[in-house]
């Protein structure tokens, strides 16, 4: 069993940056492919990044590709989405997932957090 908890969302303007963090609780945390998941009012949930539990391979959407950069530090049972050059699309919940270590990246997940919400004005 596998708990997550995300934080570091908020109001940001357009351009601004913001780094979101996802802490994991449980013994095998190393072992899971980790991602990170975002959905808008009135969207379905979509991929945003992915990173396999080696934290060598990570993966993207294209919408965010060049501007986002997923990493693990798996000593601290932590994942971060380092976001960058954030734009009004960006606004969003966004979603930590865990799940198993060779699963394609954008899912099934098995376990998921409960969500920051992150606002980009315009």
């Known amino acids: 069993q596998v708990q997550l908890v995300e934080s570091g969302g908020g109001l940001v303007q357009a351009g601004d940056s913001l780094r979101l963090s996802c802490a994991a609780s449980?013994?095998?945390?190393?072992?899971?492919?980790m991602g990170w998941f975002r959905q808008a009012p009135g969207k379905e949930r979509e991929f945003v990044a992915a990173?396999?539990?080696?934290?060598?391979?990570?993966a993207y959407a294209d919408s965010v590709k060049g501007r986002f950069t997923i990493s693990r530090d798996n000593a601290k049972n932590t994942i971060y989405l380092q976001m960058n050059s954030l734009k009004f699309d960006d606004t969003a919940v966004y979603y930590c997932?865990?799940?198993?270590?060779?699963?394609?990246?954008?899912?099934?997940?098995?376990?998921w957090g409960q969500g920051t919400q992150v606002t980009v004005s315009s």
């Open positions: 449980g013994r095998r945390f190393s072992s899971y492919a």
């Open positions: 990173v396999r539990w080696t934290g060598s391979s990570m």
């Open positions: 997932a865990a799940g198993p270590p060779y699963i394609d990246y954008k899912g099934p997940y098995d376990y």
